[in-house]
């Protein structure tokens, strides 16, 4: 079965999506199960993992209620206030859904640069392992650095890498952002999505070929069974159709064994999100996943 990794579900307004630039601006709208229902249909795609747009806690419970109508999104990657003091009891019901599956803080919009290093936010990441949640990194590729201490203080718990960690696609540039995602890989505990890509290089001008260096090094650096496709739907629509970003996934994996390629369209995030056989949240033991 195909499972896409990472989309997004919203009711547009410009105040709270303010990251929606006039390069984007084919994407101001609203974005829904039915809209998505469609493009799955068509590109054969069996299940979804919806990830946050907002940081606010009204967006996480809206996601985990489209998940539980929506028998498509297998699992759903919140916001919670990881620094704050009352994360643990913030959690606890929304841990209780099993469509929950990980949780995301916009570490790339911080302006402080050692956000990631603050006790209280390292708190609540060591929060999410007891109750079997992974934490998606959302970083450019400057703060790989950063993204690694990170992940070195917390070894047992579950990381995805948002985005293949933004390279300078446009412009072509592969170092070091290559050598950094290779120290990344070592650790294994993290994994890492081939999604975003084609707006992180020019929307209107991208080829598969400027596309080929950035997928060849994060297979390499993750291998395939740490590696897993993501549309980033509809984002990606500034750029591409949902099929056309299939596709592109489909032949930039064409050199893997077939037992890779399916660890990449939907083994890999069955096993880094906890999601069962079907494509489905399953139950979580608080374990190490």
């Excluded at 799955?40 to 069996?46: E, F, I, K």
Aim: contains cysteine.
């Amino acid at each position: 079965m195909i499972v896409d990794s990472h989309q997004h579900f919203w009711r547009y307004d410009a105040r709270e999506l303010d990251w929606i630039d006039d390069d984007l601006a084919a994407i101001r709208r609203d974005f829904l199960p039915a809209d998505l229902a469609r493009e799955l249909a068509q590109a054969g795609v069996d299940a979804v993992v919806s990830v946050q747009a907002r940081q606010t806690l009204a967006e996480t419970r809206w996601l985990l209620e489209l998940a539980g109508s929506n028998d498509f999104v297998a699992g759903v990657v919140g916001w919670v206030p990881l620094a704050s003091p009352k994360v643990a009891e913030t959690l606890a019901p929304l841990a209780g859904n099993p469509r929950l599956c990980g949780v995301r803080h916009v570490l790339q919009g911080e302006a402080d640069p050692d956000f990631a290093a603050r006790r209280d936010f390292n708190e609540g990441i060591a929060a999410l392992r007891g109750l079997g949640l992974a934490y998606d990194i959302l970083i450019y590729e400057r703060q790989l650095p950063v993204a690694t201490a990170l992940v070195d203080r917390h070894p047992d718990q579950v990381f995805v890498v948002d985005h293949v960690a933004k390279p300078r696609i446009r412009d072509g540039v592969v170092s070091p952002w290559r050598e950094r995602m290779r120290e990344l890989g070592r650790r294994p505990n993290v994994f890492c999505k081939l999604s975003g890509m084609v707006t992180e290089a020019d929307p209107r001008a991208w080829t598969r070929a400027s596309l080929e260096p950035y997928a060849e090094a994060a297979l390499e650096a993750f291998s395939p069974s740490r590696v897993m496709f993501g549309s980033d739907w509809p984002v990606c629509l500034a750029a591409c159709g949902y099929s056309q970003w299939l596709a592109t996934v489909l032949e930039l994996c064409r050199g893997l064994s077939a037992a890779e390629r399916e660890s990449v369209l939907g083994g890999t995030a069955r096993r880094a999100y906890g999601l069962d056989a079907r494509g489905k949240a399953s139950g979580r033991t608080g374990g190490k996943r």
